[in-house]
């Protein structure tokens, strides 16, 4: 199987002891940092609906931008993102031989770099898939990476021997994978808290719900579908009753 997340937009620029990969689409980024770079500080603010101090932030981030990635600060992507999902995934306390794993099998879908592996280097940014940011392959994010992205799921999935896609992204970054594009089956786990009303998606939890399924499977190196219903990290159980062909619900009590 192949296990998909989404970035965060916070990030944790703490030095690694990692060895870097190199992203797939590196120049692709490079193109799109330097699209970002010419918007102006209103501009910027906009496309993502900023503060004022985080449209700064980002602004000063596309300008310090690298065009030789040899020159650039980097940091492995699993390590550098720090949001929810991360908490969940914990990359800095897997093993190894884990990571070797998931180089392979975890993908990291991105706005700038559209497809991550855990360790490739990249330099620091903000740049949301949804944003419309135009370019000349069209008026947004989806526009420029097109079908790019789901062929190199198809290609990546080809290569570990997998017809199967687990996705634990978010619904803004799996738009950018269009189905007419990818070849592979999708099973999407969907997180819930159970609440006096009846179990409801808690967008907080569910984030950081699918980091820790990423690394349920990483660990446990899973390649059967039916092996994700033994999820039961944080508290989760599985739920037949909710559950619908190739979306599996887990509850769990809320806190």
Not at 53 to 65: E, H, I, S, T
Not at 198 to 225: C, E, I, N, W
Request: proline share 5%; with cysteine.
């Amino acid at each position: 199987m192949l296990i998909v997340i989404s970035p965060a937009k916070r990030l944790d620029w703490s030095a690694r002891d990692v060895a870097t990969t190199r992203p797939d689409f590196e120049d692709d980024a490079l193109r799109l940092a330097k699209s970002a770079r010419n918007l102006t500080l209103a501009e910027l603010k906009s496309l993502m609906d900023l503060s004022d101090d985080l449209a700064k932030l980002n602004r000063d981030r596309f300008r310090a931008f690298a065009d030789d990635p040899a020159e650039a600060d980097t940091r492995p992507a699993a390590f550098a993102f720090a949001g929810d999902t991360y908490q969940g995934l914990e990359a800095p306390s897997l093993d190894p031989d884990e990571l070797s794993w998931a180089d392979d099998r975890l993908r990291i879908l991105s706005g700038l770099y559209g497809v991550l592996r855990p360790r490739d280097a990249i330099q620091a940014y903000r740049l949301e898939m949804g944003s419309k940011l135009k370019t000349r392959r069209g008026k947004s994010l989806y526009d420029y990476w097109g079908d790019e992205i789901a062929k190199a799921l198809n290609a990546q999935a080809e290569a570990v021997g997998t017809d199967i896609l687990v996705n634990c992204a978010s619904q803004e970054y799996f738009g950018a994978v269009p189905s007419k594009a990818l070849k592979l089956r999708v099973v999407t786990p969907v997180f819930m808290e159970d609440k006096p009303g009846g179990p409801k998606v808690v967008s907080f939890y569910a984030k950081r719900a699918r980091g820790a399924m990423a690394r349920f499977v990483v660990q446990h190196r899973l390649t059967d579908p039916d092996s994700l219903l033994d999820f039961d990290a944080g508290g989760y159980a599985y739920r037949e009753d909710l559950s619908e062909p190739d979306k599996p619900v887990f509850v769990r009590a809320a806190e």
